[in-house]
């Protein structure tokens, strides 16, 4: 029967009694019987989908049974709780039970011939929580997230080919075997992992975005897989062609999936949920008569119903011997087999021993015996163990704290003694005041920037890292965000901006908010869902693998981003070129590419082809002996890396030259003359034999320097080789306790020959950043250290590589162009004039500032049962809205840049109260205002930092952080800090500043970027006119004064809804500036170079007063407005 199409059929209810979860189904082979497992240890069985109850009996303990296979005549069990595995007739009774004897980390293969005894005994690392026969190998899944390939004829790990693969990091949730493939799934992975059984290598996974939790075979269907979610969405699809989603089926339950089934011909599905229902899915006819394995099978083995007892006659003198008891010919139930019972013999547990300490001074006193309680003995009893409190994170706003410590001497995740402390992981920690006030600066005393963490995808920093100190990819990336790209997400305009931003910033940290965001939009349009960090995933995850993947992800998008053929810029020329005026391919290919030959050759025959073979990215392979015979092969990183290059391979196919089915030899060949400026290597550590050569020994390391690679050509080694450079690496941290990151080690190209360095290399640890000596930069002392990926110079060619093709000017004309997207936009609503070419900035033009965002993303806050609580993740803010003000000039006041920015992602809050902006703002259809893509305004805020623009405004450092951009302090003037009195740590919001010195109402109603840019404009000027008259010391402190009794808020206008009454004996501020001009706007102003200084941020507990008020959380007291 072809199964083509399930449907939905009512669910088994006969179980909600009992309201006990459905922990184990399997289908009877031979009778249309289900047999189900509950919570508490009972198998039941349920007969035709009617479910109609049957026997039932227990398995041993009182929890949940965690599986049943059904035979012809038996049906094996296994509990949570049970000692053992059992076999019980379809009747109820029990034929044996297998007690373990051994340590409970083991593999046991029952004889399911004889009564439960061991016939063969496998150690494992670790407890096997799953196991499946596939052909003639036995796979375990063990809780350290391996699969090992068993041979059961011996016991022992599989000697041809691999034997074992690390699935999950996490665990393994559920495996499945199918021929050559097997199937896994880990907890809290969205994906279903296809392995190889013959390499244990793994194939492209299955996407399941609900996050499976079960899957199973489809007999006679042997490449389907039926996949289930925990929330009960089913998916029945084709290893073949996964990309069909029409297999797709929503079960109709209010709990969750608790076990699945499939029956012996794949035409029912079963699904028990934690209520005690049985959802039914099927694909026979209507038409059809509803058997569970499509034929009637062997009658249903019903319980014995009890006998009723004889009609006795009850008188006074009846004896009771005249009942009579049932003669037996078999054993009672209640007789119990040797193997039930404890080993020991006994049945309660033994009673404590006494110490001998105690017994040594025991006397005894009328058959009391008593003893003093020894020395070494006092004060155990009823004690709590206290751990050292780990150190707080540091906070620019902390009081007292200690500036000349270390970061080695805190304590950073003491739970593992053997990573050092500048590789463990660090985590930003969060106070009232927000990220800002986190102490960056004291994880980084270099001037090289770190990378922050609190933003999804932040896993791809180390990489960022990589890419940004390799300076021919550098290079590239800068060079690429000053053309007309036209993609909205581009991996390399956005690798550009943080390459800038990380050269600008000198040693303040940074972020690559706006690239982990590309990489997610662009993973999710791929269905690359494994590269995308939502958050939420275990602490387990297989960071190495996971990195490795996005690298080939990445490298293969700059290269089609960057591709402008036919007009690529050659950056290699080479002296024997043959076709020098030939397109050049795309610039990362022409640093990365691996331009090879791969010549075939036929065993049989000895015919040779050869086929084009272009690679970016090489994976290592490490050596393995084939035989016993074979000599040992070597062992050493240049060797390992030339064979990874040449690749040699053999596989299996049809000839066309002489037709059979012969073996194939397959290798590439390269000269060394070809191989590329940029050796981009995935190390592919994958099992503890691959890591074993990276490890440390007495004698040498494995890693050095330089390594000198020679190529190949028609199978013979060339003789000259070339030298490559080590210049940066990622690595992963792995603790004992299998919780791992990523960091970058880096030969940092600034830094050669600074003889104050330990070396050149420096560690990047996310924000922590440490300048490392080369020996331990290349060291790999111990299995915390594992390899991911490994980036190498060529020496030759270095100086060769010509960027003068390449455009290194954003066009500054971007400012004087009408940008919208908005297909309805209202050229009413339009309030910015764009540049005239001669208005263009030069250095030190004043221009004002400000922007308005909306959230992406909650805030995530952990509420502790003492009733404090604690910020996990901060809110994501986004770029909505920016205004930019010309400042110096006869249009001083008057915007050339207002515009919306268009996102694609979900917006969960608009924030309209604090930003203004309203649904259907930053849609293309709908919004009726300037709507920009988010890179061209990044674009325009990048030529006028470039260009040497001042940029004014209030609370800039919080703008430009979302907005993630780094402006030079020498290029920010900030009211805030200028109207700011550190005696008193309270820094002012605009809106009370903008009603006490500008004598304006602003903000009543909502924000408006272009207002707030231009109040801060005016508060400069006038800053400068007390400047000038000498008053502004004076007039500052009796700001201060003023303001406190006005409890920090404007009044309310007349007519105007109070919201918290002035005094009323105080008299209005505005009499007591005289000085403020009026016709400030057109007085004549100078550019004047300002010490303005970013201080640490300090505030008052009621900072929540600033504007309008409102919780600590909302955007307008983030920004001090």
Not at 281 to 306: C, K, S, Y
Request: aromatic letters at 8%.
């Amino acid at each position: 029967m072809t199964l083509t199409a399930y449907q939905i059929i009512n669910p088994i209810a006969t179980l909600h009694d009992c309201a006990l979860p459905v922990t184990a189904l399997s289908f009877d082979p031979v009778s249309d019987t289900l047999w189900s497992g509950t919570s508490e240890g009972t198998v039941i069985a349920l007969h035709t989908i009617q479910g109609l109850r049957g026997v039932s009996f227990p398995i041993g303990g009182v929890l949940q049974v965690k599986q049943i296979v059904a035979g012809d005549n038996y049906v094996r069990a296994l509990g949570v709780a049970g000692e053992g595995v059992g076999s019980w007739s379809k009747g109820g009774m029990n034929k044996w039970f297998f007690r373990y004897v051994i340590s409970p980390t083991t593999l046991v293969y029952p004889d399911v011939k004889a009564v439960g005894n061991p016939v063969r005994v496998a150690s494992s690392s670790s407890v096997a929580t799953h196991l499946q026969f596939s052909h003639s190998t036995l796979l375990a899944a063990l809780t350290d997230g391996h699969v090992r390939a068993y041979d059961p004829r011996t016991a022992l790990l599989r000697e041809n080919g691999e034997h074992s693969v690390l699935a999950h990091s996490s665990g393994v949730q559920d495996l499945q075997a199918s021929g050559n493939y097997f199937y896994t799934i880990g907890w809290g992975i969205r994906l279903v992992k296809v392995y190889d059984l013959r390499t244990m290598r793994p194939l492209p996974p299955i996407p399941f975005q609900d996050g499976p939790a079960f899957i199973n075979i489809l007999p006679k269907h042997s490449s389907s897989l039926v996949v289930t979610s925990a929330q009960g969405l089913v998916n029945v699809v084709d290893v073949s062609d996964y990309s069909n989603v029409s297999g797709f089926y929503q079960l109709d339950t209010t709990s969750y999936i608790s076990s699945t089934a499939v029956s012996s011909n794949g035409s029912f599905l079963a699904f028990g949920d934690a209520l005690g229902a049985v959802h039914l899915m099927t694909a026979i006819t209507e038409d059809a008569e509803p058997l569970f394995n499509g034929f009637e099978g062997q009658p249903i083995e019903w319980a014995d119903p009890p006998e009723q007892p004889p009609d006795i006659t009850w008188t006074d003198s009846t004896p009771l011997n005249s009942i009579g008891m049932p003669h037996y010919n078999t054993l009672l139930l209640s007789s119990w087999t040797p193997q039930f019972l404890p080993r020991s013999g006994i049945l309660s547990p033994p009673p404590p021993k006494i110490p001998p300490q105690v017994l040594s001074t025991m006397k005894m006193n009328d058959n009391i015996a008593y003893a003093a309680l020894p020395k070494e003995l006092r004060g155990r009893r009823n004690r709590v163990l206290v751990t050292t409190a780990k150190d707080q994170g540091r906070f620019r706003s902390g009081k007292g704290r200690r500036d000349d410590l270390e970061l080695e001497a805190l304590t950073i995740d003491d739970s593992v003694e053997e990573v050092p402390r500048i590789y463990r992981k660090v985590e930003i920690e969060y106070s009232k005041f927000g990220v800002e006030d986190f102490d960056f600066g004291f994880y980084n005393k270099t001037p090289y920037s770190g990378l922050e963490t609190h933003i999804l995808n932040s896993y791809t920093n180390s990489m960022l890292q990589v890419m940004h100190y390799t300076l021919p990819i550098r290079r590239l990336a800068k060079s690429h965000i000053t053309t007309n790209c036209p993609r909205e997400h581009c991996l390399l305009c956005e690798l550009g901006f943080v390459a800038r931003m990380l050269e600008d910033a000198g040693g303040t940290n940074c972020q690559g908010g706006n690239f982990c965001k590309t990489v997610g939009v662009l993973a999710q349009s791929q269905n690359q869902i494994e590269l995308i960090d939502y958050g939420r995933e275990p602490t387990e995850v297989d960071y190495a693998h996971m990195i490795q993947s996005f690298h080939r992800f990445l490298v293969d998008h700059l290269s089609l981003e960057g591709n402008a053929f036919p007009h690529n810029p050659r950056l290699i020329h080479q002296p024997f070129q043959e076709d020098t005026h030939s397109p050049a391919a795309a610039p990362i290919t022409q640093l990365l590419g691996l331009d090879a030959k791969n010549v075939i050759t036929c065993m049989s025959c000895k015919a040779v082809r050869e086929k084009e073979n272009m690679t970016h990215v090489v994976d290592m392979v490490y050596p393995r002996r084939l035989t016993p015979s074979d000599p040992p092969p070597a062992t050493d990183f240049a060797s390992i890396l030339r064979a990874s290059l040449i690749r040699q391979m053999t596989h299996k196919a049809t000839c066309q030259t002489c037709k059979q089915f012969a073996t194939f030899s397959s290798r590439r060949s390269i000269p060394s003359s070809e191989l590329p400026p940029v050796l981009a290597v995935n190390a592919s550590v994958y099992n503890e034999e691959n890591l074993k050569l990276w490890l440390d020994s007495r004698q040498s390391r494995f890693l050095s320097p330089s390594v000198e690679v020679r190529g190949e050509v028609d199978g013979v080694d060339e003789v000259m080789g070339v030298v490559y450079a080590l210049r940066a690496m990622v690595v992963q941290i792995m603790t004992k306790e299998r919780h791992s990151h990523l960091v970058a080690i880096v030969k940092v190209p600034e830094a050669e020959g600074q003889s104050n360095l330990k070396s050149a290399w420096f560690l990047f640890n996310d924000f922590v950043v440490r300048n490392i000596s080369e020996e331990e930069a290349l060291s790999f002392p111990s299995t915390w250290k594992v390899p991911a990926i490994l980036y190498l110079e060529r020496v030759d060619v270095r100086e060769q590589l010509d960027y003068s093709g390449l455009p290194a000017q954003l066009d500054p004309s971007i400012l004087s162009l009408d940008t919208s997207i908005s297909v309805n936009r209202d050229e009413n609503l339009v309030r910015h004039e764009c540049l005239r070419f001669e208005e263009l900035p030069k250095p030190g033009t004043l221009v004002a500032i400000d922007a308005e965002f909306v959230s992406m993303q909650q805030e995530e806050t952990e509420y502790r049962s003492d009733g404090t609580n604690r910020v996990i993740r901060p809110a994501r803010l986004s770029l909505a809205r920016v205004s930019v003000l010309r400042g110096d000039n006869p249009n001083e006041g008057v915007p050339f840049i207002d515009d919306h920015i268009h996102t694609s992602e979900v917006i969960v809050d608009y924030l309209t109260e604090f930003s203004g902006i309203k649904f259907g703002d930053l849609d293309p259809h709908l919004s009726r205002y300037t709507l920009t893509p988010l890179k061209l305004v990044y674009k325009k805020l990048r030529v006028l930092v470039d260009r040497g623009c001042i940029f004014i405004g209030h609370g800039l450092s919080k703008d430009f952080r979302i907005i993630n951009i780094f402006v030079p302090p020498d290029q920010v003037i900030d009211t805030v800090d200028l109207y700011f009195l550190r005696t008193r740590q309270r820094r002012l919001s605009l809106r009370f500043l903008s009603w006490f010195v500008l004598h304006e109402h602003i903000q009543t109603d909502t924000h408006d970027s272009i207002e707030d840019a231009r109040s801060a404009l005016r508060l400069y000027k006038a800053y400068h006119d007390f400047e000038e008259r000498g008053v502004f010391d004076e007039k500052l402190e009796q700001l201060y004064r003023e303001g406190k009794q006005y409890n920090w808020k404007p009044p309310p206008q007349p007519g105007a809804t109070t919201r918290s009454p002035a005094p009323a004996t105080q008299t209005s501020p505005i009499a007591q500036f005289p000085m403020v001009n009026q016709n400030l706007a057109q007085s004549p102003f100078s550019a004047v170079n300002f010490a303005i200084s970013n201080p640490a941020f300090f505030a008052s507990p009621d900072m929540g007063q600033f504007g309008v008020g409102g919780p600590s959380h909302s955007w307008n007291n983030q920004r001090h407005r």
